[in-house]
């Protein structure tokens, strides 16, 4: 039995869930499940959101998707990155997977591919650049992209058009506003379904409209934005990972804890040892003052973490060996260890150890 210990909570999951369902004001929903289910288990989640009702998931890769068809689930399925060969075309034929053009390159390989496809086979979407630079076709290439599609026997003919936004998550929105009237220029007219909206933009961009929203990190409990806490928005967490005490003992003043000294006791002191580390997918570079819990207790953290322990304050906390430790959950916000550690809640979940994962404790599922 490993001391460090992942759950997962499925009850928040569907919570979560149905928090997304209420602000999509009758929009329907891509459940974000890529990346193993952001951390969480790509089945676990896709399973939870399944059974909350979800009306589709959105995947990253063919894979993915794959993956998810060969577990049985049956709604509809977006892969982000589309097919970039003839053989993951095939795939997304065969599994009802829908497919984002993002890239002219993926129009080539589809027209090479045409003629080997049934008609009306292939549902696509095509994902336009609005501002973020990173996957999309430019709004002038749209016209034409959409145009190859059409001539493409294969392809259904209720193409999607899609976009992502690179600054929802600010409390300024002029950046996502102007994203919004590119989207709106291009799509004027547009015959087929449109998605605009991740988390944030779901939550705090009442105006993005669309057909379709894409929820990914609040369904797990973090917070979409760079300010403020999720819980404000309902949002519960779906991640816990907890430890327990290994060591108690008493540093002297003076004393340097760790690796490089980084913390001197600056009076003689009670340490706790935690079993848990990078090694386990908590951060490395989490600094002194990250917060903590023992036994429920708030504490901090003292000293650089090891591959598979950590040091902690326990100055006026009453604690002793097998005593539990909690990284973070839903006694302690997994986004303050990421502000603290100058990342975001996304890379702490999705960076769980993979042995943590796979020995994860399930609740609530049926």
Not at 144 to 153: G, K
Not at 206 to 230: C, H, K, Q, S
Not at 239 to 262: D, F, H, N, S, W
Request: aromatic share 6%.
């Amino acid at each position: 039995m490993r001391r460090a210990r992942l759950t997962i909570l499925v009850d928040a999951l569907r919570h979560n869930l149905a928090v997304a369902r209420s602000a999509a004001d009758g929009r329907a929903v891509f459940a974000a499940v890529k990346a193993d289910g952001y951390g969480h288990g790509l089945l676990t989640a896709a399973r939870a959101f399944s059974a909350a009702g979800t009306d589709g998931f959105a995947v990253a890769t063919p894979a993915e998707g794959l993956a998810l068809r060969e577990a049985g689930l049956t709604e509809r399925l977006l892969v982000l990155q589309g097919a970039m060969t003839a053989q993951e075309l095939d795939l997304a034929l065969d599994h009802s997977l829908e497919v984002v053009f993002h890239d002219v390159a993926q129009l080539d390989v589809l027209e090479s591919h045409a003629t080997d496809l049934p008609e009306g086979a292939l549902r696509a979407w095509i994902k336009v650049d609005t501002g973020m630079h990173r996957a999309g076709l430019s709004p002038e290439q749209v016209a034409d992209a959409r145009a190859r599609l059409d001539s493409c026997a294969a392809i259904d003919p209720h193409v999607g058009l899609m976009t992502h936004f690179a600054r929802a998550d600010e409390p300024d929105l002029s950046a996502t506003d102007a994203q919004i009237d590119v989207f709106r220029s291009v799509a004027a007219g547009w015959k087929g379904e449109t998605s605009l909206c991740n988390s944030a933009a779901l939550l705090g961009c009442e105006t993005a409209g669309g057909d379709w929203v894409r929820p990914g990190i609040m369904l797990y409990g973090g917070n979409p934005f760079i300010f403020g806490e999720a819980a404000q928005y309902d949002l519960r967490p779906a991640m816990e990972l907890k430890t327990q005490l290994i060591a108690v003992r008493e540093v002297p003043r003076g004393g340097a804890i760790g690796y490089g000294g980084r913390f001197v006791a600056p009076e003689t002191m009670p340490v706790g040892v935690a079993s848990v580390g990078y090694g386990d997918g908590y951060p490395r570079h989490a600094p002194d003052g990250t917060p903590i819990l023992v036994n429920g207790r708030r504490t901090q953290i003292v000293g650089r973490v090891s591959m598979d322990l950590v040091t902690i304050d326990l100055r006026g906390v009453e604690a002793q060996v097998g005593d539990e430790v909690e990284c973070w959950g839903s006694g302690l916000a997994i986004d303050e260890i990421a502000q603290a550690s100058g990342t975001i809640s996304y890379e702490l979940m999705c960076q769980v150890s993979g042995q943590l994962r796979a020995e994860a404790r399930i609740l609530g599922q049926s």
